[in-house]
């Protein structure tokens, strides 16, 4: 039972490339979720999944795409990265999407140039 | 709207010393509250939920709805307690399930 799986760990791009983050889960989770962590901002969500075909924004969307195709696998695509975006970035999942423990992956460190 | 405030951003403690670490939060409804913690170099894990109501590596934390606070409590600190601490509500939003959380506070446990 690996958890919650992220890769790649360390990424640096440039400024406008696109990338995918891989999220992965084997507990059969129903509810999945990207989130950016930043110095003095905390935790935000991005994109969220409440099941598979089933995708909805979080707080800070703009230049992330999301989709869940399986309930396993939750990827988040930059689309043409910018410094902003520059964060480490967490997925979590959960049994269900009524409040419980979330299970946070390793995260990605992202640097754009 | 729903928030989460934790206030302080660095508590730096000796060790042996009471810790509290506060987290007020904001939401009309009745919301589930946790405390997260992330340790050096690790990945963020679930230490306490208010429905629990269990102490995990002695800390406590107890849900007051009339100040509308979650403040995360230890007796005597240890240095092994130094890590960043998310407090995280969870609740219905226009149909919908989400987590908010705070910007974290960073302890230090100082020897």
């Known amino acids: 039972n690996a958890g919650v799986t992220q890769t790649p760990k360390f990424q640096v791009l440039k400024t406008g490339q696109s990338m995918t983050l891989q999220c992965a889960q084997d507990m059969n989770h129903e509810y999945m979720s990207w989130y950016r962590q930043d110095p003095g901002m905390g935790l935000r969500l991005i994109h969220y999944s409440v099941g598979a075909g089933i995708t909805d924004q979080g707080e800070v969307p703009n230049g992330y795409n999301v989709s869940r195709s399986t309930t396993e696998d939750f990827p988040l695509r930059l689309l043409s990265a910018a410094p902003s975006q520059t964060s480490v970035y967490f997925c979590?999942?959960?049994?269900?999407?009524?409040?419980?423990?979330?299970?946070f992956g390793p995260g990605t460190r992202l640097t754009v140039t | 709207a729903q928030r989460v405030t934790q206030p302080e951003k660095l508590l730096s403690v000796f060790k042996g010393a009471p810790v509290e670490l506060k987290c007020n939060y904001s939401y009309s409804g009745s919301p589930e509250l946790f405390w997260y913690v992330q340790y050096s170099r690790q990945r963020l894990q679930l230490l306490l939920r208010h429905i629990s109501r269990e102490s995990i590596k002695g800390f406590t934390a107890d849900l007051n709805k009339g100040e509308t606070s979650f403040h995360l409590k230890k007796p005597f600190a240890q240095e092994e307690d130094s890590a960043m601490y998310y407090c995280?509500?969870?609740?219905?939003?226009?149909?919908?399930?989400?987590?908010?959380f705070g910007t974290g506070t960073r302890l230090k446990v100082l020897a």
């Open positions: 979590a999942s959960s049994y269900t999407p009524a409040g419980g423990e979330q299970y």
């Open positions: 995280a509500l969870s609740g219905r939003t226009s149909g919908t399930y989400k987590y908010i």
